[in-house]
């Protein structure tokens, strides 16, 4: 064989060896390990920070929902309907991207209505009803040990996160018999949900809501606490 010829084969052998080494080095540093990030910020409303691991509340919620409805579309591969694209025009979007959207605007709304009730004296020094201390431990003993580590959610945080769940719906019951809602067509309970027209037009904007969209976009949901790689739980891809 030629040496020129030689060289050309080391070459290639190399390039190829390279191509291979930036894929693996890529792939590394977009790795993102969920539970490295359960401390981290992922919404703040009016200066109040909201983590990954109290968000973690309402991701469990809205994946074991749509979970349901996945395991009825297809209980042999449920990843099929969170996979799903539903055409709506401007809201066309995957059924994971709408849970997303579900949990993470739920949160931002309970988080305003919490904060309005204990502001007007609902909840304050409230303590904990039985009816809520047993709906939260009902929930947290239905988690298994790997969605409670995936999440780092524990008994007395799920206490607290649906403690804050029923203050809200109490505030928002509250308006829901004070306010005017005589130009809405929708009974009221719609019209004060995070996707209301009265929340959106008359509450939403009055509140400062930062969101962290960095974080928010590497997590998928339909693989946190359902659906996850056995061997590599805590990534999102």
């Known amino acids: 064989m030629?040496?020129?010829?030689?060289?050309?084969?080391?070459?290639?052998?190399?390039?190829?060896?390279?191509?291979?080494l930036f894929a693996i080095a890529g792939k590394m540093l977009t790795r993102f390990d969920y539970e490295d990030h359960l401390d981290d910020?992922?919404?703040?409303?009016?200066?109040?920070?909201?983590?990954?691991?109290?968000?973690?509340?309402?991701?469990?919620?809205?994946?074991s929902f749509v979970q349901n409805q996945a395991l009825l579309y297809d209980p042999e591969n449920p990843k099929h309907w969170w996979n799903t694209h539903f055409s709506a025009g401007p809201d066309s979007q995957f059924v994971c991207d709408y849970a997303k959207k579900v949990a993470l605007n739920t949160c931002i709304c309970d988080q305003i209505y919490y904060a309005e009730a204990v502001r007007s004296g609902i909840g304050r020094d409230e303590e904990l009803t039985s009816q809520t201390i047993g709906e939260?431990?009902?929930?947290?003993?239905?988690?298994?040990?790997?969605?409670?580590?995936v999440t780092g959610l524990n008994e007395e945080l799920i206490i607290e996160m649906h403690n804050r769940h029923v203050i809200a719906s109490k505030y928002a019951k509250k308006l829901s018999?004070?306010?005017?809602?005589?130009k809405y067509d929708k009974e009221p309970d719609e019209l004060l949900n995070w996707d209301g027209e009265y929340y959106q037009e008359e509450i939403l904007p009055k509140h400062e809501v930062i969101i962290n969209d960095k974080l928010l976009r590497k997590i998928t949901l339909g693989k946190i606490t359902v659906n996850h790689d056995s061997t590599n739980p805590t990534v999102s891809r």
């Not at 200066?47 to 109290?54: H, K, P, Q, S």
């Not at 018999?177 to 005589?182: L, P």
């Open 2 to 20: 030629r040496l020129s010829n030689k060289k050309t084969i080391i070459a290639i052998i190399i390039a190829n060896v390279m191509l291979v």
């Open 41 to 63: 910020t992922v919404i703040s409303v009016d200066g109040t920070d909201i983590t990954l691991r109290e968000f973690g509340y309402y991701i469990y919620e809205v994946e």
């Open 177 to 182: 018999g004070e306010q005017n809602f005589s």
């Open 136 to 149: 939260a431990r009902a929930l947290y003993l239905n988690m298994t040990p790997l969605q409670l580590e």
